[in-house]
DNA sequence: TATTGTTATACTCTATAACTATA
DNA sequence: TATAGTTATAGAGTATAACAATA
């Protein structure tokens, strides 16, 4: 990943008015919580994008690729790969729909179910120490707020 | 970049738990403000990472690669790419350092200062815009503050 | 020995185009 | 015709290893 420990090579250099960018904050932010990430989700070896498309799968049991692709912003080509390795693990079931023959249709299996209890709970160890950053749940909901009127 | 119209087709699928997720939604806005950043530097071919640079060698005139690299988290590896496209356009300047000709000492040229300046009234609009969207200067201020204590 | 800039390389993420089978 | 899933491919971004020149 990134954070290897040369940032005293940058002492002295003056960087306030890049750091008052708005989205070179967001980039680091988001950086450095993607990183906690996938150490604490190192043993279980799920990427961020995984992790989002089993929760989506899970609250919306027997929906398209498509479906769920868009809902998380993901190319439909580019959803093949991930829904793939999901499926080799043993974690979803791509079943072919009765309705229409050209669409799959998703559900997690039981491994999956149980899979993504331990996952979630590593998720919200992972949000608590974002949290306790961040100085409080009020703060989290003032950042997702603000946040959320940044996309789009 | 990304930001199709197939919003449509997800519509309906219930995706709320995903959405208070603080990683979740760091991405999603961080992809958004890119995009409109990759929008409104079209005319200028300028990448965020090279925008970043120029203004930290505006800054920090006369500082190594390294130096420059390492303050903005890049690895001196991929850095020396991004340096060799500003010199090529004539941006910046790559002198050998008096003290230690390892060092490459970097400077804006008097094109690159004028381009710059351009910049960064682009810049400034497209924050100006973003703190619309936060809903005022407050707001911009609050984010900022938040942002910077995932960082790290 | 250690550091600077560099090259080579590889992996992930994301984007588009085009195919097939269905509708 | 249009859509769902797929394949192929290309461009960014980012990571490591190793080398030559210099300290």
Known sequence: MA????DERSEGV???????VIGYQLRRAQLSVFHRFSVAFD???????????LVLIA???????TEIADALQIKRANFVALVTRLADRGLILREQSAT?????ALYL???????????????DELEHELVQMLGG???RGQLLDLLQRLSR
């Open 100 to 104: 229409d023959r050209r669409a799959n």
């Open 59 to 65: 609250e919306n049991p027997g929906r398209k690729q």
């Open 14 to 20: 003056f960087a306030e008015t890049i750091h008052s």
């Open 109 to 123: 299996t039981d491994c999956g179910k149980q899979f993504l209890a331990g996952a979630i709970r590593v998720q």
């Open 137 to 139: 749940d009020a703060a």
């Open 43 to 53: 043993h279980l070896d799920l990427r961020p994008a995984e992790y989002s498309t």
């Open 3 to 6: 954070f290897d420990d040369a």
